[in-house]
């Protein structure tokens, strides 16, 4: 798929995969031997009908391709985007035995893209008068409000943030995943009438009692707020930050008009060390360096990962364990000639000035060798333990020893009358897609509970 070149892409927001034209999406949905086995659609979480979908792009049956899609996909503009298929649909595709596996999220955001913000395609059933709340807007929330809604529910989402997205909107930066895509998806939704009200934290601005009395089901859908916490001396100097906090005034700024950043968010013209080498470092680390960076480090604490043959296959809990060269570092090597990633560096201390600001830091090498490191800005990317409990508590809500929401593999419900769970909330740390997965299964629960 045509992209942008690390060197450029660095001097802007917009995304760095620019997609593919009808010509190259039927050429690419020629690849496909759309095999009996569908290999593909089992390795999907929500079991997209691939090989029926790319038949009809063969086809140039867009309208047809999109239909398939839509009716079973709540978000493909944002799975075809942030997914990582080469571990999921693609690993599993025939063609890439002996060649590349067919470009399975391509093809899908092809078709997302031509149909975006329409009302193409999407079923909704007579309204049932039943009343469905859900408290949080991301990536599980939607979905399932998504499935809700096409069942003929009254579905309204609170959500704490000034837009509904969740991750997709304050944590995965632009370049990822164009937020004008988003919001044509929030607009349909209110279209189809889904209520949002945005800005209320349920438990804070609204008392959690209330959902509870108005709707006939309420549906958690909190994510995992709490981030994990650097526990070494000077960690509360100014400039020690965390990593969504970071990404959210990021995309701000990038995006909307008038939004002033706070300067102990802007990396511009500061030494940056990135606490931990995931995802979410990854994208500090893009964001760094379109904010003008004098120099990004990504700290990690395990060992160098390996290249593991077979890496492609290996459950998503293992990926870590591969070293895989994603864009945020492709961008700092083609700036600064290096990767930003060093393993087995454990921090030890952070110093700051008089003032209080973060000015070094202490680090321990895997060899025992220490080495103290210039840093005006600190972000600390080093995953999260769990969801906000207040609202947990309030509702009298479980929570299992990872401080994860207790709820059923199969029906999400929490134990508590007519409240269920879903998403990372409820299964830790994920993925977007399996918080959609989660979605939908939670809005196919409910729906079963309403109508008994
Ligand atoms: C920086 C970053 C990058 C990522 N990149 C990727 C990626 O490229 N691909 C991928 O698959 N996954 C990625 N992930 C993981 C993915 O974003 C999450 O797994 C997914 O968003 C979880 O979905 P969710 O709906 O369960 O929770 P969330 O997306 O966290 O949404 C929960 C929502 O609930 C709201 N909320 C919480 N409590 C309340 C309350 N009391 N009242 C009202 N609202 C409330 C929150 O404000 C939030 O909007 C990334 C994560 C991060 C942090
Ligand atoms: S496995 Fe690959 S080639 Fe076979 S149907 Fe799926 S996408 Fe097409």
């Given at each position: 798929?045509?992209?942008?070149?690390?060197?450029?892409?660095?001097?802007?927001?917009?995304?760095?995969?620019?997609?593919?034209?009808?010509?190259?999406?039927?050429?690419?949905?020629?690849?496909?031997?759309?095999?009996?086995?569908?290999?593909?659609?089992?390795?999907?979480?929500?079991?997209?009908?691939?090989?029926?979908?790319?038949?009809?792009?063969?086809?140039?049956?867009?309208?047809?391709?999109?239909?398939?899609?839509?009716?079973?996909?709540?978000?493909?503009?944002?799975?075809?985007?942030?997914?990582?298929?080469?571990?999921?649909?693609?690993?599993?595709?025939?063609?890439?035995?002996?060649?590349?596996?067919?470009?399975?999220?391509?093809?899908?955001?092809?078709?997302?893209?031509?149909?975006?913000?329409?009302?193409?395609?999407?079923?909704?059933?007579?309204?049932?008068?039943?009343?469905?709340a859900?408290?949080?807007?991301?990536?599980?929330?939607?979905?399932?409000?998504?499935?809700?809604?096409?069942?003929?529910?009254?579905?309204?989402?609170f959500?704490?943030?000034?837009?509904?997205?969740?991750?997709?909107?304050?944590?995965?930066?632009?370049?990822?995943?164009?937020?004008?895509?988003?919001?044509?998806?929030?607009?349909?939704?209110?279209?189809?009438?889904?209520?949002?009200?945005?800005?209320a934290?349920v438990s804070?601005d609204i008392p959690a009692a209330d959902p509870l009395k108005d709707f006939?089901?309420v549906?958690?859908?909190?994510?995992?707020?709490?981030?994990?916490?650097?526990?070494?001396?000077?960690?509360?100097?100014?400039?020690?930050?965390?990593?969504?906090?970071?990404?959210?005034?990021?995309?701000?700024?990038?995006?909307?008009?008038?939004?002033?950043?706070?300067?102990?968010?802007?990396?511009?013209?500061?030494?940056?060390?990135?606490?931990?080498?995931?995802?979410?470092?990854?994208?500090?680390?893009?964001?760094?360096?379109?904010?003008?960076?004098?120099?990004?480090?990504?700290?990690?604490?395990?060992?160098?990962?390996?290249?593991?043959?077979?890496?492609?296959?290996?459950?998503?809990?293992?990926?870590?364990?591969?070293?895989?060269?994603?864009?945020?570092?492709?961008?700092?090597?083609?700036?600064?000639?290096?990767?930003?990633?060093?393993?087995?560096?454990?921090?030890?201390?952070?110093?700051?000035?008089?003032?209080?600001?973060?000015?070094?830091?202490?680090?321990?090498?895997?060899?025992?060798?220490?080495?103290?490191?210039?840093?005006?800005?600190?972000?600390?990317?080093?995953?999260?333990?769990?969801?906000?409990?207040?609202?947990?508590?309030d509702?009298?809500?479980?929570?299992?020893?990872?401080?994860?929401?207790?709820?059923?593999?199969?029906?999400?419900?929490?134990?508590?009358?007519?409240?269920?769970?879903?998403?990372?909330?409820?299964?830790?740390?994920?993925?977007?897609?399996?918080?959609?997965?989660?979605?939908?299964?939670?809005?196919?629960?409910?729906?079963?509970?309403?109508?008994?």
């Open positions: 798929m045509p992209s942008q070149a690390p060197g450029a892409r660095i001097g802007n927001y917009n995304e760095i995969k620019t997609g593919y034209t009808a010509e190259l999406a039927v050429a690419e949905a020629l690849r496909c031997m759309n095999c009996p086995g569908r290999y593909c659609a089992r390795n999907c979480p929500i079991h997209n009908p691939v090989p029926q979908i790319n038949e009809r792009i063969r086809e140039k049956d867009f309208d047809g391709a999109w239909e398939l899609l839509a009716s079973n996909s709540p978000l493909p503009e944002v799975c075809s985007r942030v997914c990582d298929q080469s571990r999921q649909c693609e690993s599993e595709c025939s063609r890439g035995i002996k060649h590349e596996a067919v470009s399975i999220g391509g093809l899908e955001r092809f078709l997302a893209d031509g149909y975006a913000g329409k009302n193409a395609g999407i079923e909704v059933a007579p309204p049932t008068g039943k009343k469905v859900i408290v949080g807007a991301g990536p599980a929330g939607i979905s399932a409000a998504w499935d809700l809604m096409r069942k003929g529910h009254s579905v309204t989402v959500e704490k943030q000034e837009e509904p997205g969740g991750l997709m909107m304050y944590g995965i930066p632009n370049m990822k995943l164009d937020k004008g895509l988003l919001l044509k998806r929030f607009e349909l939704m209110r279209t189809l009438g889904v209520k949002f009200i945005c800005g934290e804070k006939d089901a549906l958690l859908a909190i994510g995992t707020a709490e981030a994990r916490k650097l526990n070494v001396s000077g960690s509360g100097a100014t400039g020690v930050v965390q990593a969504v906090e970071y990404l959210k005034a990021g995309t701000r700024n990038a995006l909307e008009k008038g939004y002033e950043l706070d300067p102990a968010l802007d990396a511009a013209g500061k030494n940056v060390i990135i606490i931990g080498a995931g995802d979410t470092g990854t994208d500090c680390a893009a964001t760094a360096i379109r904010q003008g960076a004098a120099s990004i480090h990504q700290f990690e604490i395990a060992p160098k990962p390996e290249a593991l043959p077979g890496a492609e296959k290996l459950p998503w809990k293992d990926w870590p364990r591969v070293f895989k060269t994603e864009y945020g570092q492709e961008e700092v090597i083609a700036k600064y000639g290096e990767d930003p990633r060093i393993y087995g560096i454990r921090t030890e201390e952070i110093l700051s000035d008089g003032s209080g600001k973060v000015k070094e830091i202490k680090t321990v090498l895997a060899d025992g060798g220490k080495k103290t490191w210039k840093a005006d800005l600190v972000i600390t990317a080093m995953g999260f333990t769990g969801p906000d409990t207040r609202i947990l508590t509702l009298g809500v479980k929570t299992d020893g990872r401080g994860n929401v207790v709820a059923g593999e199969e029906d999400y419900g929490t134990g508590v009358d007519k409240v269920f769970a879903c998403g990372d909330a409820r299964r830790g740390q994920s993925l977007v897609i399996r918080g959609v997965a989660e979605g939908k299964e939670a809005a196919a629960s409910i729906d079963r509970y309403l109508n008994p």
